[in-house]
């Protein structure tokens, strides 16, 4: 990402057995690195053994080189990722996650860091659940198949930033791009 010139680096977090923050996607180790226990199950020596790298790993590699979109994939990762975060470039560090709750707690312990939350349900975008993100987020980061130009006049309604992921194919970028989005997330930088 960094020598391909992307903006930011989109990865996700969970916690291991003792509480330190990880870089992995699934729950589990099997499918990345061929482990079938979770990663709640081994610490984080373990888990830095098989390969899987830690926030502290990530914000260092980033560090003045590419901004970071860190998408939590449990509650109980907000309050020790917020730990690490404190006093970061927070034009840089941009957080999120699918939980409501998990975006209010950050709401609290990060205040001036960007805020979205994740989504992949059209109803999500309705005024009136927009109307309510707005109290804890800064935008919201929606799955490009329910991107409307509705849905991005609602956001603007509510001045929500408006993000989509995970877009790859050309033509649908050059859809949500002509819909005025802010940012969108892709594999394909």
Same mark, same amino acid.
């Given at each position: 990402?960094?020598?391909? %010139?992307?903006?930011?680096?989109?990865?996700?977090?969970?916690?291991?057995?003792? #509480?330190? $923050?990880? =870089?992995?996607?699934?729950?589990?180790?099997?499918? &990345?690195? %061929?482990?079938?226990?979770?990663?709640?199950?081994?610490?984080?020596?373990?888990?830095?053994?098989?390969?899987? +790298?830690? @926030?502290?790993?990530?914000?260092?590699?980033?560090?003045?080189?590419? #901004?970071?979109?860190?998408?939590?994939?449990?509650?109980?990762?907000?309050?020790? &990722?917020?730990?690490?975060?404190? %006093?970061?470039?927070?034009?840089?560090?941009?957080?999120?996650?699918?939980?409501?709750? =998990? /975006?209010?707690?950050?709401?609290?312990? @990060?205040?001036?860091?960007?805020? !979205?939350?994740? &989504?992949?349900?059209?109803?999500?975008?309705? +005024?009136?659940?927009?109307?309510?993100?707005?109290?804890?987020?800064? #935008?919201?980061?929606?799955? !490009?198949?329910?991107?409307?130009?509705?849905?991005?006049?609602?956001?603007?309604?509510?001045?929500?930033?408006?993000?989509?992921?995970? $877009?790859?194919? *050309?033509?649908?970028?050059?859809? /949500?791009?002509?819909? %005025?989005?802010?940012?969108?997330?892709?594999?394909? *930088?």
């Amino acid at each position: 990402a960094i020598q391909r %010139g992307a903006d930011l680096i989109a990865t996700d977090l969970r916690l291991t057995s003792d #509480g330190i $923050v990880a =870089c992995l996607h699934d729950a589990t180790l099997k499918r &990345t690195f %061929g482990d079938e226990r979770a990663l709640a199950e081994v610490s984080a020596a373990e888990a830095q053994a098989l390969g899987v +790298p830690l @926030l502290t790993n990530l914000l260092a590699l980033a560090d003045g080189r590419i #901004g970071l979109l860190l998408e939590l994939k449990e509650d109980a990762a907000a309050t020790p &990722t917020a730990a690490l975060l404190e %006093g970061t470039d927070t034009d840089r560090v941009l957080v999120q996650s699918f939980s409501v709750a =998990c /975006v209010r707690e950050l709401a609290e312990l @990060l205040p001036t860091h960007t805020r !979205y939350q994740l &989504t992949s349900k059209a109803e999500d975008l309705t +005024p009136e659940v927009l109307a309510v993100t707005a109290e804890y987020a800064h #935008g919201v980061a929606a799955h !490009y198949s329910i991107i409307t130009e509705e849905s991005v006049r609602a956001l603007r309604a509510q001045a929500l930033v408006a993000v989509t992921w995970t $877009v790859n194919e *050309p033509a649908e970028k050059a859809r /949500v791009q002509a819909l %005025g989005i802010d940012a969108l997330i892709t594999d394909t *930088p």
